[in-house]
């Protein structure tokens, strides 16, 4: 009677191992959640990108549905999304960019010759901004409803299908808002 409880017991293991990962292929890898998600944009006070005189605060995140949009010039996948965000600004869609933990002169430089898809950047040199966000690394993007709270979080490349498939269907839906 041992010996043959000995022997399903590698039958069982193997059954559950099969059962954990059959569960996991029907899992969302690319969302991250987030305790933000319905919260008010973190307070912060940063420096333009265009103008550095000029203070930024969250009540530029209100009035309107936006992305808000961490990227980096050291981000690669930044190079990639870049197209798509300009592509997406151009069609009236308000983008504001934080550029995460950057030097000023090589942000200028990359909007210079890639074009620039933010209506505004802030500059978040030390992070913090980012950090308060939750943001793992760049990039990433927000959307914020009009009232200036965080309706989604999208880590990684930010391209037509994440827009058509995640972001624009909340936006026509309304979700977050009151």
């Known amino acids: 009677m041992k010996k043959s409880l000995w022997g399903v017991i590698p039958l069982l293991i193997f059954v559950a191992l099969v059962v954990m990962l059959y569960r996991g292929l029907g899992r969302d890898t690319e969302t991250l959640p987030s305790a933000l998600v319905g919260q008010p944009v973190p307070a912060f006070s940063l420096p333009s990108l ?3 005189q000029r203070q930024l605060d969250p009540a530029l ?3 309107e549905w936006t992305l808000l949009n961490v990227w980096a010039t050291w ?3 930044c190079y990639v999304e870049h197209p798509y965000l300009v592509d997406v600004a151009q069609q009236g869609v308000r983008i504001i960019g934080v550029n ?3 030097k000023r002169d090589k942000a200028l430089q990359y909007l210079a010759d890639l074009g620039n898809p933010y209506r505004e950047v802030i500059v978040d040199q030390r992070g913090d901004f980012a950090m308060d966000l939750g943001v793992y690394g760049a990039p ?3 959307l914020i409803n009009p009232q200036g709270r965080i309706v989604l979080r999208f880590a990684g490349e930010f ?3 994440v827009w058509q ?3 624009l269907p909340l936006i026509e839906a309304g979700e977050g808002a009151p």
């Open 50 to 52: 265009i103008d550095d």
């Open 61 to 63: 995140l209100k009035g």
């Open 75 to 77: 981000c690669p996948t």
């Open 100 to 102: 995460y933990k950057d």
């Open 140 to 142: 990433e993007t927000f």
């Open 159 to 161: 391209n037509q299908s």
């Open 165 to 167: 498939e995640r972001f």
